[in-house]
């Protein structure tokens, strides 16, 4: 039961950070057709920019200043970057991005080396917040909770109720028709690609300190963040919202399951000692994520809410 | 045969055949032959071998992404599991198993063909029913899968540490023992070019030519009675078995295979290479091989900044010279051959001049950075130069190269467009 | 009675709530050349897409020789002997036209997937790809890349390449839409020698074009073919005089 209710809660924490990150990538993709490879490169930036500004001044100003900074480079890369390589289509563009995820990678271990720095959870968040089965769940996972609700809301604000989330959405189902009604659609390229890396830096701000902030964490959570926007579906935030928390949920719950494949398929006559029966639950959890991706791209390509096929 | 000449004319000449096939075969072969000769060193031996890996590797993967169209972010999976098929035979063959004892290790790449063919039958099923950003993904999928199950199932992947063999068994082919280096050059050498020459060969057959037709155009494909999902499939089996060949490769020069192999990481290098090479030439991956696996090892050597510049070369080549190092090359040539020679020789050397000034900044700026992060107090000294990062002179150099780089190739750029 | 070679039956086509093609039964006649028009659209691609196989129709069926085709692949219509053009043009631009013919060769040969063969090695391979081409009028841009093409080949060697397979059943979709008077002088007398022997189905707006090559016409309009039969009898055709009334300049021409 202590594992169930942990698992759940941090599943739902895990699952919204992971919202965070897609829901700025299914953005980019269903708008631009990019599939972009360095989105976790610029969580990473998030958590190393948090470290940085939260070590001269404080946790407060980096949790707004970092996704800003972030978003701003992302703006940049998308004017100089992507829109050059544009016209030659959407292999070379994710071909661009994938040598980017490199690119930044081996930038943030020139400036920051090549270990993980001490980027910790602020002072004022780091107790427990209750109690359950006698152990403690951190506030600051819940403070994790509540500023990806908070961001939830807002989206969600910007794209029902102003203007420009209109536009951005006519944008995410009929891409050339805006063009036609006469908005600049570079510039609204630009700022959704902006949004997006500034959404996938305030992720790493949240998580850096949760987890480990070193140079491997995007290639750890960047393909992890494709299987979100995939399993959920061009074009559908709630699919990457429903993936985010099914993906996160899984992960950690698989972790919590003591069991081997012989104790469940005993029954079978699947043997303690052979290889198959050994694997532990736990240890599938980081696989779980690209089985669904594999099983839902041969089953369900459009995704579990997505409107067309990839 | 005089009723044949009608459309024999239709068709390349005897001439134009050899100058355009046979011919850089002979020559690749007098190259291969005459290396030893010229006695080469240890260390020569061994870059040389994981580049005639790689070659073959990189025109594999180019099979797919090149010819076919599809871009997969898993191909080391077929690399990789060939080359363990191939140092598992290495054991069966030591220990004489079955009729495993009269094989020669010479012939281990065709087991690993074998291998990486069977896998990529296997996986293939599934993911060449679609092309474009969903085979990407499903690739990229089946990757980290593959990579997860390699720690689960010690017996085949050895864990961590692997599987490793040792080639000085069994039947001695050509008198060779493949115990010294200079014996296993002939080894790589000969499976090199038995891989050029069969992938190229394969462009040559009616399901290479066919492969290109559908990455064009699909739906014409399917119109004149072909099955497009058939054709990625033979294709991606084919590949993955040539991706093996290479895996048979490394596994006799190594001797040894870990899980590492199957990573993301052989499986985005080798994207790399044969994208920088030049993927729409069929020597563009043989091209970026060389020079990538060059970069590799003796790069690595001088900085440590390596993989910076391998990022930096790999989106430079992305965003300005989309049909890459072959494609540079080639340009060239044509360029020389046309009309306003004079013009396009100028407008080369600005633009090349200018991207030597880019790179110096990029090597200063880099440069300095890495040993300043480092802070071991060592100081980036090139040709007698104190370049400390607190010195005007590091930061006058880098903005005076970088600048005069960025106009000059601008300039180049100005030129180009106003002559066409 | 001569045998029927494509029999379209009560076939139907709604995209959501909109009917393109309602309730069509026709029958085309082994070497009849069979020409359907209409008014723009009226359905017309529509109805070659369904029997073609790029559309899986809502209800009806298609039977290619006696054989049910509807709902199949394109590829396995195809070598159940149909093949179809398009109406704008649908080349491989990356190969040259001897290349572009010979993908068609090799499918009717079998060796289309073979990959333990040269190309070039195969002499009968050869032969054909040359007649298709001569028979086309193509063989002295054989060694051009399509792309280069100018328009009215490019429009020849879609009907090339539709034909090289050596389907007895070809469709043509305008092939001569948007060439001059010449081009087009040319085009009809390519497509009369290229269909030789086969039965031909062509979708047409050049009512010259269409009097002088078929045998048989069918007015489509709105989805529903209102008349079919020779074209004398069309010509004189009230409902057909109707429909086109206000539609392009076939009145004046019909009469």
């Known amino acids: 039961m202590e594992t169930l209710v942990f698992g759940l809660l941090n599943g739902v924490s895990y699952g919204l950070l992971l919202f965070m990150l897609s829901s700025g990538l299914t953005l980019i993709f269903s708008m631009m057709g990019v599939l972009n490879f360095a989105h976790a490169s610029f969580y990473m930036l998030g958590a190393y920019f948090a470290f940085t500004i939260s070590g001269s001044s404080s946790f407060w100003i980096a949790l707004f200043l970092a996704p800003v900074l972030v978003g701003l480079i992302g703006a940049a890369v998308e004017r100089y970057g992507l829109r050059r390589v544009h016209p030659n289509g959407h292999v070379a563009e994710l071909l661009f991005t994938f040598g980017l995820a490199y690119l930044i990678e081996e930038v943030v271990k020139i400036v920051y080396g090549k270990t993980s720095v001490d980027y910790r959870v602020p002072d004022l968040l780091n107790f427990a917040a209750f109690e359950v089965y006698g152990a403690s769940f951190p506030a600051y996972r819940l403070f994790v909770i509540v500023i990806a609700i908070a961001m939830l809301i807002g989206l969600w604000y910007l794209l029902k109720k102003t203007r420009a989330g209109l536009i951005i959405q006519a944008a995410l189902s009929h891409p050339h028709m805006v063009g036609h009604l006469g908005h600049n659609v570079p510039l609204i390229f630009m700022t959704v690609f902006g949004i997006g890396c500034a959404l996938a830096g305030l992720a790493g701000v949240m998580a850096g300190n949760i987890f480990v902030t070193d140079p491997a964490m995007a290639i750890q959570m960047g393909p992890i963040v494709f299987v979100v926007v995939v399993v959920g579906g061009i074009g559908s935030l709630e699919g990457a919202f429903v993936a985010s928390l099914v993906i996160g949920l899984l992960q950690n719950l698989a972790v919590g399951i003591n069991a081997s494949f012989a104790d469940i398929f005993g029954f079978i006559g699947l043997s303690e000692l052979s290889e198959v029966g050994r694997i532990n639950i736990s240890s599938l959890a980081p696989v779980l994520p690209f089985l669904l991706l594999v099983l839902i791209l041969i089953f369900r390509p459009q995704g579990l809410m997505g409107e067309k096929e990839l | 045969m005089t009723d044949t000449t009608d459309f024999q004319n239709l068709a390349p000449s005897a001439g134009q055949k050899f100058r355009q096939r046979t011919l850089p075969f002979l020559i690749l072969a007098a190259i291969l032959l005459a290396i030893p000769m010229t006695g080469p060193s240890r260390t020569f031996y061994t870059v040389a071998h994981q580049m005639g890996i790689n070659v073959v590797f990189a025109l594999s993967y180019n099979m797919i992404l090149g010819k076919a169209g599809l871009l997969s972010f898993g191909h080391a999976v077929y690399f990789g599991l060939g080359g363990y098929l191939a140092v598992h035979a290495m054991g069966w063959i030591e220990e004489e198993i079955g009729l495993w004892g009269s094989i020669p290790m010479f012939f281990l790449p065709i087991i690993g063909f074998f291998g990486g063919a069977l896998a990529g039958a296997t996986i293939g099923w599934p993911s060449t029913r679609r092309a474009g950003t969903t085979f990407a993904m499903i690739s990229l999928g089946v990757a980290e899968l593959i990579f997860a199950a390699a720690f689960m199932f010690d017996s085949f992947f050895g864990g961590e540490q692997g599987i490793s063999g040792d080639r000085m068994n069994g039947i001695e082919l050509f008198g060779l023992s493949l115990g010294p280096i200079a014996e296993v050059y002939w080894f790589i050498a000969f499976w090199m070019f038995v891989g050029i020459l069969g992938m190229w060969a394969f462009t040559r057959t009616p399901l290479g030519r066919l492969s290109e037709a559908t990455r064009d155009n699909a739906q014409r494909v399917q119109f004149i009675g072909y099955n497009p999902q058939r054709v990625r499939y033979m294709v991606f089996i084919i590949a993955g078995g040539f991706a093996g060949l290479a895996g048979g490769m490394a596994a006799v020069n190594y001797e040894i295979f870990t899980p590492d192999a199957l990573s993301l990481l052989p499986s985005g290098f080798v994207l790399i290479m044969a994208y920088v090479g030049g993927i729409t030439y069929f020597v563009g991956p043989i091209f970026g091989a060389i020079l990538l696996t060059y970069m590799q090892s003796m790069l690595s050597d001088f900085t440590e900044a390596w993989l910076l510049y391998l990022g930096a070369l790999f989106i430079g080549i992305v965003m300005f010279a989309p049909r890459g190092l072959a494609g540079i090359i080639f340009g060239f040539f044509d360029g020389l051959r046309g009309a306003e020679r004079g013009a396009f020789l100028k407008g080369w050397i600005t633009s090349l001049v200018g991207g030597l000034f880019m790179l110096i900044g990029l090597i200063i700026l880099v440069e300095v950075s890495v040993r300043w992060s480092n802070g071991y107090g060592e100081i980036y000294e090139p040709f007698g130069l104190h370049l400390d990062h607190a010195s005007p002179l590091t930061w006058l150099l880098f903005l005076a190269t970088t600048g005069a780089g960025i106009g000059l190739t601008a300039l180049a750029n100005r030129h180009k467009e106003g002559t066409t | ?255």
């Open chain 3, 1 to 255: 009675m001569t045998a029927i070679a494509l029999s379209l039956k009560d076939l139907n086509k709604s995209f959501g709530p909109a009917k393109i093609i309602d309730n069509v039964t026709l029958d085309i006649e082994k070497g009849e050349r069979h020409a359907i028009i209409g008014p723009n659209g009226a359905g017309k691609s529509t109805l070659f897409n369904l029997i073609s196989g790029l559309y899986t129709p809502t209800s009806g069926s298609v039977t290619l020789h006696g054989e049910e085709i509807s709902g199949m692949a394109p590829h396995l219509i195809n070598h159940r002997g149909l093949s179809r053009s398009f109406q704008v043009s649908n080349i491989f631009t990356n190969m040259t036209v001897r290349e572009n013919v010979r993908c068609g060769v090799l499918n009717a040969l079998g060796q289309g997937y073979a990959f333990w063969r040269n190309i070039g090695s195969n002499k009968e391979v050869q032969t054909r790809t040359f007649e298709i081409l001569d028979r086309c009028g193509l063989v002295d841009k054989a060694a051009l890349p399509a792309s280069l093409l100018p328009y009215a080949d490019q429009r020849a060697l879609e009907i090339a390449i539709t034909i090289a397979g050596g389907a007895d059943v070809i469709l043509l979709d305008e092939p001569t839409a948007g060439m001059s008077h010449s081009e087009t002088e040319r085009a009809v007398q390519l497509i009369r020698t290229a269909t030789e022997g086969k039965t031909l189905i062509i979708v047409e707006h050049d009512m010259g074009v269409i009097f002088d090559l078929a045998d048989r016409i069918s007015v489509l309009v709105y989805g529903d073919i209102i008349a079919s039969d020779t074209p004398q009898n069309i010509r004189g055709n009230a409902k057909v005089r109707e429909a086109y009334l206000g539609d392009e300049d076939l009145p004046e021409e019909i009469a």
